[in-house]
């Protein structure tokens, strides 16, 4: 007679933590899969009274929401990490009241759900329309600041998108607690709690289990720098929209009135250097480098900018760097920013192809001829003629909010406002039609 199976035989395998997190994450988001399909058709009044629960739940959360981020901001200190990134990190009661009154703004915006994009009678009479619909589940991966969290939620809600999120690590604590207040303020309305949803996990398989949840998951949107956008887009199975990266540039035109030349420049470059649309090359037309050069690195020594330069920019200047190789591609988000002389207009352009990330770039001129061209042959997200790149924004461009600043060409290109949270379908209208 053989032997029974011992006790030993019988148990049940043990589960690694990695695949712990993984039946985590289906099952997080499997809910997410089945909020989007009764997210989808609510009426907009649903929506907006969800997101002024919400923003309402925030205000009143403010103190737990800044003690969870507290614990956030003491680890980065203790991680050694920059006192910039720790206030983009941090959260105060006056931010948080910042962050709803942001979440109220994204409710007074149309529904872009159920727009007709297009529409017609066929000769055959059918009836044909073209119209938005969500996207379905949206997954983000974003570095670093929390109030991404509530904004890319409101985004997602307000176009009828179930918001995946996975922000880092180092903001965990702030990011599970504003999720939960969250999910708490949508439980007494229509719309479902889990229609925002915060990816389990802290470790990089929790990202990777986001990238490869094609089925699941319709659109992952990273935001942040460019080896977290590179590694999402060239390891993940779900469709990527490409966001953020701004290598971006202004050309000063043979034909460029100085003094504006200097205020467009000292604007991208200055204002605000740590964001994607800031300016990091100039290029100046050779015919008026002479006139416009030294003025330029004047101010932008007055300023604390670093320029890297050239030779023929270093002419001008003992304490402009030489540029590398490296520095015509960089994307600085600093007080830095590389220089070059150009023949042509032309060669600007060259210049732009070849080291550019296709984000934004400015021409200065009062050349209609020069703006028109740089405008046809330059091939980025947003061409601006005689204005700083730091107009290309969501809000600036009146949109209201964006999820990001696509530099792909693919559904959308700029600032992503609420309609590129959409897809679109037809729907054809018949009487009894078929097909001969």
Not at 42 to 64: G, N, Q, S, T, Y
Not at 122 to 129: H, I, M, W
Not at 259 to 272: F, G, P, S, V, W
Request: glycine share 8%; proline share 5%; hydrophobic share 45%.
């Amino acid at each position: 007679m053989r032997p029974g199976p011992s006790p030993s035989d019988t148990k049940e395998p043990v589960m690694s933590e990695q695949d712990r997190e993984r039946e985590e994450f289906l099952r997080v988001a499997r809910r997410a899969r089945e909020a989007a399909a009764g997210l989808a058709p609510l009426p907009r009044a649903a929506k907006d009274a969800a997101l002024h629960r919400i923003a309402d739940a925030l205000v009143a959360a403010a103190p737990e929401i800044v003690k969870a981020n507290e614990v956030d901001v003491a680890r980065a200190r203790e991680n050694g990490t920059s006192e910039y990134m720790i206030d983009r990190l941090s959260l105060t009661e006056p931010r948080i009241a910042a962050i709803a009154d942001a979440v109220r703004a994204v409710a007074a915006l149309p529904d872009p759900v159920g727009e007709g994009v297009r529409g017609t009678v066929l000769p055959n009479g059918l009836e044909l329309r073209q119209v938005r619909v969500p996207l379905g589940v949206v997954g983000i991966i974003y570095e670093g600041r929390p109030n991404v969290t509530v904004d890319a939620a409101a985004l997602c809600l307000k176009s009828g998108n179930v918001a995946m999120l996975r922000g880092s690590s180092s903001a965990h604590d702030s990011n599970t607690v504003l999720v939960r207040v969250m999910q708490q303020a949508l439980q007494d309305g229509e719309v479902p709690a889990d229609a925002v949803q915060l990816v389990p996990g802290t470790s990089r398989e929790s990202v990777k289990h986001l990238m490869r949840a094609r089925g699941l998951v319709d659109v992952l949107i990273p935001r942040g720098g460019a080896s977290l956008i590179n590694s999402v887009v060239e390891e993940s199975t779900v469709p990527v929209i490409e966001t953020g990266v701004g290598n971006c540039a202004v050309y000063v035109d043979a034909a460029a009135d100085v003094d504006m030349a200097l205020k467009i420049l000292l604007n991208a470059k200055t204002q605000r250097p740590s964001v994607c649309n800031a300016a990091e090359t100039v290029l100046v037309h050779a015919d008026i480098a002479d006139a416009f050069v030294p003025r330029a690195l004047d101010a932008l020594r007055a300023a604390g900018v670093t320029v890297h330069g050239d030779d023929r920019i270093r002419s001008h200047g003992a304490d402009v760097v030489a540029a590398t190789e490296e520095d015509w591609a960089a994307e600085y988000l600093s007080l830095d920013i590389a220089a070059r002389v150009v023949d042509s207009l032309d060669d600007a352009v060259a210049h732009i192809r070849e080291y550019g990330s296709g984000h934004t770039e400015a021409i200065v001129t009062d050349s209609q001829a020069a703006a028109k061209r740089f405008v046809a042959l330059v091939d980025s997200a947003a061409v601006m003629v005689n204005a700083s790149t730091r107009f290309t924004d969501g809000e600036e461009f009146g949109f209201g909010a964006e999820i990001g600043i696509s530099t792909q060409k693919l559904h959308a290109r700029g600032p992503m406002g609420l309609p590129e949270l959409t897809s679109t379908k037809y729907v054809v209208v018949g009487e009894g039609h078929v097909r001969g």
